[in-house]
């Protein structure tokens, strides 16, 4: 028996632990699944197919049990078409995302797992990781949320992984927790996935149990809980929209480290429900994200076969719901002021069409003074990653990356969707995270 079976299914878990009637009512009920439409067809529309993403979308839909194999099979190739290209240039949360996207539900992909030795490439990247934070200060090749998702994958696979190593690394002391001295929520969550993945396979006895180590686990996981919960905003979210999935994943499999009143599950559903009517998860990977969720699974679910029978089952898309009407001959300007900030700020003025994206404005101020705006992205799963401005570029070991603001705040998109207002002013700012 794998760990999987110690905990009883999320149904159970209600049943004992929070009064039924909460739990039943904290997962989209059948006949509201129609409000997940907009989820499922960002994550199939065939202008995302290609790109480095696949992996996240075909885990989010085997979880909730989506069994149309016309959908299934060409995410499934193309992840393994991006093992082949990119192979141990994938990194560790790359990498493990393509493992549990692989092997969840027991399907015949999962000997791609082991025909191609994911495991011992993953267990080689943990190490590489944890090399690189010894020569850097602390700082990872990648960031936290990769190591839990690391952990999270060998775990689940029964690679291999010291449990006491983990329990130095996740102390909620820990500097990669923070950006900016902010908690992050989304690398919180993952860490308290991949925590309680490795609690259950110590309490199993599928790893040899040390009490010391089981015990600073479980501290971790009880003060991660808590700065979790620290994080509730009104309305519900945890953090932000978009890391309101993962934190109640985190909740959901960790019900014994807060109480009821804690929290409150039907408003944060309510609360995510209503923003994907208003269009929040237009990106592939945030409804990737916020899917599994909805329907009350976890990655925990990974390894429980059976879970992914039930779910959405053969719930059938509706097709593309019309693009929403935008007047086709207005094609009328914004203007907006843009500034470069590394000491010296260096600030323009550019017009664009409305609607445009933070992205227009960049190129636009490109092509006025290329020295002084020029900058470069990288392709991510959340679409264009800045990662140069004026040459100089981002790196992890010194924790600095350009950080996009608007009005004072940091922004909560990226410059691939983050929409800009007329009078708006916008900066991308040199900073250390
Ligand atoms: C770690 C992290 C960072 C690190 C990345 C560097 C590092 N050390 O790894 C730092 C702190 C620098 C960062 C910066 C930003 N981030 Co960030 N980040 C994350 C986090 C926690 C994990 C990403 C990850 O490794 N995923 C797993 C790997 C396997 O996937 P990956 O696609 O290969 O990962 C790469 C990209 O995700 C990229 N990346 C990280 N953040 C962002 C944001 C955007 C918009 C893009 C396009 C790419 C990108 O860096 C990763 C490592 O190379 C996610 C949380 C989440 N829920 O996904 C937020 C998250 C993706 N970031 C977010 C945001 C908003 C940003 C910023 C735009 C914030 C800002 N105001 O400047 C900037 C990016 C600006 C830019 N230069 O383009 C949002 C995106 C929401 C959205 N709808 O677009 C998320 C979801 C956090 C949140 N809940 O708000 N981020
Ligand atoms: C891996 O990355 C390095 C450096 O970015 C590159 O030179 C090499 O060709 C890549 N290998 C593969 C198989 O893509
Ligand atoms: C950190 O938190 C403060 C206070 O909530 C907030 O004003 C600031 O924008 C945050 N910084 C970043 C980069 O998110
Ligand atoms: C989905 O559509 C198919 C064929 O159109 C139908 O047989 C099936 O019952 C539908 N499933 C659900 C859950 O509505
Ligand atoms: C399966 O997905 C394809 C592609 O999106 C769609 O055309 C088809 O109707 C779906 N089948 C069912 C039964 O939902
Ligand atoms: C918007 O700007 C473009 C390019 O500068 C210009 O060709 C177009 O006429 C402008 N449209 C309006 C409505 O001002
Ligand atoms: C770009 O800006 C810099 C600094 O303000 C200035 O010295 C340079 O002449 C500008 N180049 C162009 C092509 O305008």
Not at 353 to 359: A, E, R
């Amino acid at each position: 028996m794998g760990p999987s079976h110690l905990l009883p299914s999320l149904a159970l878990l209600c049943f004992s632990l929070i009064p039924n009637q909460v739990c039943k009512t904290c997962e989209v009920s059948e006949e509201n699944y129609f409000r997940l439409n907009p989820l499922l067809n960002t994550m199939t529309d065939s202008k995302y197919t290609t790109g480095s993403h696949s992996a996240d979308i075909l885990l989010s839909l085997r979880l909730v049990g989506l069994q149309n194999q016309t959908l299934i099979q060409p995410l499934s190739q193309q992840v393994k078409k991006e093992v082949r290209r990119k192979g141990l240039n994938l990194s560790l949360g790359r990498l493990a995302l393509v493992t549990l996207a692989l092997g969840a539900c027991q399907t015949p992909d999962e000997n791609f797992i082991h025909d191609n030795h994911l495991l011992g490439h993953l267990e080689n990247k943990l190490q590489a990781e944890i090399g690189n934070m010894k020569a850097h200060d602390g700082s990872p090749l990648t960031n936290y949320f990769q190591l839990s998702l690391g952990i999270l994958a060998l775990c689940l696979f029964h690679g291999q992984y010291s449990t006491t190593q983990v329990a130095e690394l996740f102390a909620p002391e820990n500097k990669n927790y923070y950006f900016h001295g902010n908690f992050s929520v989304d690398t919180g969550a993952m860490a308290v996935l991949a925590l309680m993945c490795v609690k259950r396979g110590l309490i199993n006895g599928q790893t040899k149990t040390d009490k010391k180590d089981l015990r600073s686990i479980d501290e971790h996981i009880q003060s991660l809980v808590e700065k979790l919960l620290s994080e509730k905003k009104e309305g519900g979210l945890i953090g932000n929209t978009f890391s309101t999935g993962i934190a109640v994943q985190a909740l959901f499999i960790a019900p014994h480290y807060y109480k009821e009143r804690d929290w409150n599950c039907r408003q944060t559903l309510d609360t995510i429900l209503r923003e994907i009517s208003q269009g929040a998860f237009t990106t592939p990977i945030a409804a990737a994200q916020i899917l599994p969720t909805l329907v009350g699974k976890t990655y925990l679910d990974v390894s429980r076969g059976s879970s992914c029978a039930s779910g959405l089952g053969n719930f059938n898309i509706s097709g593309h719901e019309p693009e929403p009407t935008t007047p086709p001959n207005s094609p009328s300007n914004i203007t907006v002021h843009f500034s470069v900030k590394i000491r010296e700020t260096y600030s323009t003025t550019v017009t664009v069409p409305k609607g445009s994206v933070f992205l227009a404005v960049m190129e636009e101020a490109q092509k006025k003074n290329e020295t002084v705006f020029g900058f470069t992205v990288e392709q991510s799963s959340w679409g264009p990653y800045v990662t140069s401005v004026q040459g100089l570029k981002a790196n992890n070991n010194d924790r600095t990356y350009w950080e996009l603001r608007s009005g004072g705040r940091s922004l909560s998109q990226g410059v691939g969707s983050y929409v800009v207002h007329d009078g708006e002013s916008l900066e991308i700012r040199w900073s250390k995270y």
